[in-house]
């Protein structure tokens, strides 16, 4: 999400509080918050569905963009004035601190009756990412807290038509690293970009980092890092990083990746000038809408040995219920049934997003069930027992860009993030 200036911060919580904590009260529809423009219109056909089958209102309230909505509900949260059903959007600090002010209604006694019914709906990673376990660094009472809707993962999309022209197998594309890399001669020999992503955006260049960094030292060397106990001068930090120093002399990055918003990366795969795209489950609708006739298959990113590959992933859409609610059992109601087959199913067919009920999942078109089938590959920061602090992976990200172009190496980055990293145990 974009940072936004204090002043603004500052407005926007004047603006939010003068809304009245007493507007958040009283009789009525059951209240839910999102910030997902792309599903107004769904959104507002299964209330309509849901009120023809059960008798009961939901209405939905959208507020966008993302970081609008983060501003909206911690103003809510601070003035007791939380709907009955909202979305935590951060890290998991962020939805740890609503779980301990009592923001959050605890699922696992819902979750459990009827032998599990309810929980076993779901790809266990997506809960997963919306539980804590126990011992976690935020003193969380372990449990689930929020109800995934969807799921999501990011890997590489590629385009058949121009491997088939490079002279490559458009039903084999590159599996190994090398052989990745080496589509950025062909590439350019024919006038094309080899990959694009949305790397001005830090986020996407962190998931493309921790995919690797899993990949090459395994998960737990990785919370050792976030724990002080390892060092990112390691080397096996450095050769996540001389990744970058390799795709760049490549040449298969497009040019200006670190100021391409994923926007724009998006349209120029959908315009069939880029082989390769880095990008999320989400992209499936965004290329469907953008070229209908685009032909392209997905893949998991490109080994570097016979160690599994992992794609950063989990829940895509999760809700929660809010604690101080006096209708719980009514949200909890409308949350399960929003979460079974038919709607899933409904969700799918409008949104293009995987659904988070794996029976609904079962036959999807082939671009997203080759995301589904990797669920169970899926990693995330909140599945961590350790989160690293946000100046280290920012400090992190904005080294790779410096590496993407040439102003820093590895081994400069990796001895700047490490001594980020001592600021930050101090």
Known sequence: MKRLTAG????????????????????????????????????????????????????????APSEVYVQKVRAA????????????????????????????????????????????????????VNAFRDGNPYRVPPGVYGVPIDVMNVQL????ALLAKLGLDPAAPPSAWQAFLDVGKLAKER????????????????????????????????????????????????????????????????????????????QLFANERAVFAFNGTWGVNVYQSMNPGLDYGVMMLPRLSERPMVTWGGAGSSFVVNATSHRTAEALAFL??????????????????????????????????????????????????????????EALTKGIQSILIGEATPEQVAAHVDDVKRQALQ
Request: proline fraction near 4%; aromatic fraction near 10%; glycine fraction near 8%.
């Open 157 to 160: 999309f590629y385009n058949k």
């Open 191 to 266: 006038g094309l970009i080899g990959l694009v992503s949305g790397w001005a955006e830090l986020w996407l260049i962190d998931c493309f980092a921790m995919d690797y960094a899993i990949h090459q030292m395994g998960m737990r060397k990785v919370e050792a890092t976030y724990r002080g106990k390892v060092s990112y001068r390691d080397s096996d930090w450095s050769r996540v990083l001389g990744l970058f120093a390799q795709l760049r002399e490549s040449g298969l990055p497009a040019e200006g990746i670190v100021t391409m918003v994923n926007k724009q990366a998006e």
């Open 336 to 393: 399960r049934w929003l979460t079974a087959e038919p709607q899933q199913r409904y969700l799918l067919e409008a949104t293009q997003n995987i659904p988070a009920n794996r029976v609904a999942a079962a036959a999807l078109p082939a671009p997203l069930a080759a995301f589904a089938d990797d669920m169970d590959s899926t990693v995330h920061p909140r599945l961590f027992d350790a989160q690293e602090h946000s100046t280290v992976i």
């Open 77 to 128: 949260a601070q003035t007791d004035g939380l709907p009955d059903v909202y979305g935590v959007l951060g890290e998991s600090r962020d939805f740890a601190s609503f779980i301990n002010a009592g923001h959050v209604l605890p699922l696992d006694e819902a979750m459990n009756r009827e032998n599990q019914a309810w929980r076993s709906l779901f790809f266990p990673n997506a809960l997963a």
């Open 8 to 63: 603004t911060n500052l407005l926007l919580l004047v603006i939010l509080l003068g809304c009245g904590r007493g507007a958040e009260r009283g009789p009525g529809p059951l209240r839910v918050w999102h910030w997902m423009t792309d599903r107004i219109e769904a959104f507002d056909e299964l209330a309509k569905r849901y009120e023809r089958e059960t008798g009961a209102a939901v209405r939905f309230e959208l507020y």
